[in-house]
């Protein structure tokens, strides 16, 4: 069944009357929720939505460096002896994103109101499982202060690893962009020019100029329609895509057997993926628990469903290193190994780290050689484009000059 959207309105255990918004699958389990949490409920509403492809986002949502800026500072003031409710005022106080200030402003209130804070987390899809379930074990443990600067070392990892893998692709794209504009500008305005200077001839123009000139009258008069309907078939594309998850992860299994970027990404999720249970791990999550938050973590499916099996299989009594090795060498053997001598000598979470290290060294390697490469290919690319399409407005006018 799918979870809705319920608003609600009750009166907590200090007689304060408190609103909020919670998503469930019924009006019973949002009454349940609210029962646990001390609050009597007085109004529960459902909430009903357009459809997704009708539905736009006009809620601004915090970044997620805004995210990790945020465990930092709150991390921060917490190991300094600030109290939370304190810490929220300080917080607030200094923060300029509007999304951000909201989020605090929000959190504040509820846990003024006798929330917990990771409860009270749980209310913003900005915080995931895995960030609500180690403030869970923080408060639980009463080392809230230790594990958010944990998580926020986490974060930062993450967002660093992200920032290595989008800058190897903002210099190509770039290029690749305006190369393809500085054409199109000249297809559909330079060479209509030319093209009534070789009308004057009266001679047959040479077979590159031909296809030049087809080109050029084929961009100026299906252009227009030409993009509306790549983007359109792109939407539909992708809404197709979102609605069949064996297509989804047939494709996924095709980018990790591409010769480059499968290498990557096969690194890139193991990296994640190793980094985010050790985490967990120190937190004192339980190991399966844990593994239920590793889910969605890569964002990719063949992770997910090796993440579901060694799940289970931990739930039949297995280690985590054999599980580890029945995944069709999803992972690298590395990482098998690597968790076999932890769970041997009790160090598991730390040779998680130090696999989590390994790849994203293997990553920032990869994307400084894919740099490097990419480079004098595109250069070669765009000579050949550029150099072809002089060669092809040049052509008829060095042949005039010769029978002259």
Same mark, same amino acid.
């Given at each position: 069944m799918?979870?809705?959207r319920y608003?609600?309105?009750?009166?907590?255990?200090?007689?304060?009357?408190?609103?909020?918004?919670?998503?469930?699958?019924t009006?019973?389990?949002?009454?349940?929720?609210?029962?646990?949490?001390?609050?009597?409920?007085?109004?529960?509403?459902?909430?009903f939505?357009?459809p997704?492809?009708?539905?736009?986002n006009?809620?601004p949502?915090?970044?997620?460096?805004?995210l990790?800026?945020?465990t930092?500072q709150?991390?921060?003031? #917490?190991?300094?002896? %600030?109290? *939370?409710?304190?810490?929220? +005022?300080? !917080?607030? @106080?200094?923060?300029?994103?509007?999304?951000?200030?909201?989020?605090?402003?929000?959190?504040y209130a509820?846990?003024?109101?006798?929330?917990?804070?990771?409860?009270?987390l749980?209310?913003?899809?900005?915080?995931?499982?895995?960030?609500?379930?180690?403030?869970?074990?923080?408060?639980?443990?009463?080392?809230?202060d230790?594990?958010?600067?944990?998580?926020?070392?986490?974060l930062?990892?993450?967002?660093?690893?992200?920032?290595?893998i989008?800058?190897a692709?903002?210099?190509?794209?770039?290029?690749?962009?305006?190369?393809?504009?500085?054409?199109?500008?000249?297809?559909?305005?330079?060479?209509?020019?030319?093209?009534?200077?070789?009308?004057?001839?009266?001679?047959e123009?040479?077979?590159?100029?031909?296809?030049?000139?087809?080109?050029?009258?084929?961009?100026?008069?299906?252009? #227009?329609?030409?993009? %509306?309907? *790549?983007g359109?078939?792109? +939407?539909? !594309?992708? @809404?197709?895509?979102?609605?069949?998850?064996?297509?989804?992860?047939?494709?996924h299994?095709?980018?990790?057997?591409?010769?480059?970027?499968?290498p990557l990404?096969?690194?890139?999720?193991?990296a994640r993926?190793?980094r985010?249970?050790a985490?967990?791990?120190?937190?004192g999550?339980?190991?399966t628990?844990?593994?239920?938050?590793?889910?969605?973590?890569?964002?990719h499916?063949?992770?997910l469903?090796?993440?579901?099996?060694?799940?289970?299989?931990?739930?039949?009594?297995?280690?985590?290193?054999h599980?580890l090795?029945?995944t069709?060498?999803?992972?690298?053997?590395?990482?098998?190994?690597?968790?076999?001598?932890?769970?041997?000598?009790?160090t598991?979470?730390?040779?998680?780290?130090?696999?989590?290290?390994?790849y994203?060294?293997?990553?920032?390697?990869?994307?400084?050689? #894919?740099?490097?490469?990419?480079?004098?290919?595109?250069?070669? +690319?765009l000579?050949?484009?550029?150099?072809?399409?002089?060669?092809?407005?040049?052509?008829?006018?060095?042949?005039?000059?010769?029978?002259?």
């Amino acid at each position: 069944m799918a979870d809705h959207r319920y608003v609600w309105r009750g009166i907590d255990r200090q007689g304060k009357v408190v609103t909020g918004e919670t998503h469930a699958e019924t009006s019973a389990a949002v009454r349940q929720l609210l029962r646990e949490q001390r609050i009597r409920a007085t109004r529960i509403q459902r909430q009903f939505t357009a459809p997704t492809w009708l539905r736009f986002n006009t809620k601004p949502r915090a970044s997620a460096r805004k995210l990790t800026q945020f465990t930092r500072q709150l991390a921060t003031l #917490l190991q300094a002896g %600030v109290p *939370l409710l304190q810490a929220f +005022v300080i !917080l607030n @106080r200094g923060e300029s994103n509007a999304a951000m200030k909201a989020i605090i402003q929000e959190l504040y209130a509820r846990i003024e109101g006798g929330m917990a804070l990771n409860q009270a987390l749980r209310q913003h899809a900005e915080f995931d499982a895995l960030y609500c379930n180690i403030v869970a074990a923080g408060e639980l443990a009463g080392m809230l202060d230790t594990l958010l600067e944990r998580l926020a070392h986490h974060l930062e990892k993450s967002e660093a690893l992200r920032t290595t893998i989008r800058s190897a692709l903002v210099y190509p794209s770039a290029v690749l962009g305006i190369a393809g504009s500085v054409l199109v500008v000249i297809l559909v305005f330079v060479v209509p020019a030319f093209q009534s200077i070789f009308a004057s001839f009266g001679a047959e123009l040479p077979l590159l100029t031909q296809w030049v000139i087809a080109l050029s009258e084929g961009l100026q008069r299906y252009g #227009l329609g030409v993009l %509306v309907l *790549l983007g359109v078939s792109t +939407v539909c !594309l992708r @809404r197709w895509l979102q609605q069949r998850i064996h297509w989804q992860r047939y494709l996924h299994g095709l980018l990790l057997r591409t010769p480059i970027a499968g290498p990557l990404t096969r690194h890139a999720c193991t990296a994640r993926w190793t980094r985010t249970l050790a985490t967990l791990f120190a937190a004192g999550v339980p190991l399966t628990d844990a593994l239920e938050a590793l889910q969605g973590v890569t964002g990719h499916l063949l992770f997910l469903s090796a993440t579901q099996s060694i799940q289970a299989q931990l739930m039949q009594g297995r280690s985590l290193s054999h599980a580890l090795e029945n995944t069709q060498g999803l992972f690298p053997s590395m990482v098998g190994h690597m968790c076999a001598i932890g769970e041997e000598s009790g160090t598991l979470e730390h040779m998680l780290e130090k696999t989590a290290e390994h790849y994203e060294r293997e990553v920032d390697s990869t994307v400084a050689q #894919l740099s490097t490469l990419l480079e004098p290919f595109i250069m070669v +690319v765009l000579g050949l484009l550029i150099g072809g399409l002089v060669m092809a407005l040049y052509l008829p006018i060095f042949q005039l000059g010769q029978v002259v």
